[in-house]
């Protein structure tokens, strides 16, 4: 009984999408911890111990999540980790957002994913690297804030933000072979 109400609060908990793929928002949640405490009066749900919630293309690994629903079904998560994970397809596309940070806090309502410490963030074959990323699924738009502490492999002159940046294929004119 007991798992069967974690299993029904972690479908009510993660009704959103994270990041992209539109279709994912219909699919099951499947959660997988060692440990899950929740406490129903507040709407927050603890998952300890490599927490794997999977929905749809979405996967999130993590060493400790948190989940809190808000009074109109909005959640907010933030998961921990060494270091905390999280995967999605793009909507329409043949490519994958991924991310990675100590602490990462993902709002539903907003459809933003943030990524403290050691954070790095990939989209198909770029990258970028700091001690803050602000990903905003919606438009597409990230931020990056670098740290003075060195908190990324690649982040460590002075805290500064790096990035990879792949050149994009160029498409050949099928007109300008013919000439």
Known sequence: MKQALIIFLIGMLFTGSVLAEKADRDQPVHL???RATVQDANKLATFTGN???TQGTLIIRADKMTVKEDTNGFQHATA???LASFRQKRDGKDEYVEGWSER???DSKADKVELFK???LRRG???VYGD?????AINEFFQVIGGNNQTAPQARSE???RAVIQPKKKEQNPNAESR
């Open 159 to 161: 805290g500064r933000v």
């Open 80 to 82: 921990f980790g060494n």
């Open 118 to 120: 050691k954070a790095k």
């Open 125 to 127: 074959q770029d990258e």
């Open 32 to 34: 997988e911890a060692d």
């Open 51 to 53: 927490v794997v919630l």
């Open 104 to 106: 990462m806090e993902y």
């Open 132 to 136: 803050y990323i602000s990903y905003d």
